[in-house]
């Protein structure tokens, strides 16, 4: 190991320091420990937090998992499998993976959905405008209709 490395697994950091150094808050940083997703802080004689630098590397994985959608509780999960190692882990983190997956699909075949009738009352607004007269707005009368029919049934 480096003089630079031993330095820097010996440096800790205070809890603003971490939060400035990550893009975090204090709040959050606290919020990640009681989870589990950060391992409690050491304390100072004063009671500070001090935080291991390594600590920023695990930021850094969880904004990351954040950022390709994995929710905190998977993140979890990840940060106990990278842990464990092995081929286990690998068909476990598969199965998340593959069952977020089918979230996010699902999520995206109700968006089509809602985007089609989106389109559809763009639609109706559209031929309702070009239409002469003064009627009435065909989405909101289909809007107040699909509603009453959900009251009868």
């Known amino acids: 190991m480096t003089s630079k490395a031993t330095a820097r697994t010996r440096q ?4 603003g320091e971490l939060a400035r150094a990550s893009g975090l808050t204090p709040d959050t940083l606290r919020y990640y420990e009681r989870l589990g997703l950060l391992a409690a802080a050491q304390r ?11 600590t920023l590397d695990r930021l850094r994985f ?5 950022s390709h959608g994995l929710s905190l509780r998977e993140i979890g999960e990840l940060l106990g499998s990278r842990e464990r190692g092995g081929r286990d882990t690998c068909r476990r983190v598969r199965d998340l993976l593959s ?3 089918s979230e996010l699909e699902q999520k995206r075949e109700e968006l089509d959905a809602f985007c089609a009738a989106l389109r559809h009352h763009l639609d109706m607004c559209e031929r309702a ?5 003064d009627a009435r707005c065909p989405v909101v ?4 209709s699909e509603a009453n029919r959900g009251r009868s049934a």
């Open 12 to 15: 800790t950091l205070r809890i």
């Open 141 to 144: 009368e289909d809007l107040v």
């Open 44 to 54: 100072t004689t004063g009671n500070v937090r001090a935080y291991d630098a390594a």
């Open 129 to 133: 405008l070009a239409a002469s007269g």
């Open 99 to 101: 069952h977020r997956l």
């Open 62 to 66: 969880i904004k990351t998992a954040q």
